[in-house]
């Protein structure tokens, strides 16, 4: 599989050394990260899938949404679950859209137990 060119971005970074050095440990510190919680075991891959399309969704970042909707359908999402998903941010960001007020003052109550 081919490796993506790098961006204009970063190959503009590598002309102040300072920032070059920071930005490669940076990089390497987001990659660690995104393994752990791309490749972790507490989900299955249908619900890590899911999750991640969620968050795009809400993001609204199209390409993103494009690149884990992919990913969930060679996963096995099915078109009904993806739909319900999308569903699920839909209903979640009309209620925000409704109340803003409600969630901003409402103080947040802390549950009796966790994990």
């Known amino acids: 599989m081919a490796t ?3 961006s204009i971005a970063s190959q503009l970074i590598q002309l102040a050394p300072e920032v070059r050095d ?5 990089s390497d510190g987001y990659q660690n990260f995104f393994n752990a919680v791309f490749n972790g075991g507490a989900l299955d891959p249908k619900a890590r899938a899911a999750v991640a399309l969620a968050a795009a ?3 609204g970042r199209e390409e993103m949404v494009r690149s884990f909707l992919a990913a969930a359908k060679q996963i096995g ?3 009904e679950e ?3 998903v999308a569903g699920i941010v839909e209903v979640l960001k009309l209620d925000a859209l409704q109340r803003p007020a409600q969630a901003a003052a409402a103080p ?3 549950a009796n137990t966790c994990c």
């Open 57 to 59: 969704l809400l993001l």
């Open 108 to 110: 947040v109550k802390k």
């Open 4 to 6: 993506a060119a790098p």
């Open 22 to 26: 920071s930005h490669a440990s940076f």
């Open 77 to 79: 999402l099915r078109n």
């Open 82 to 84: 993806i739909g319900q």
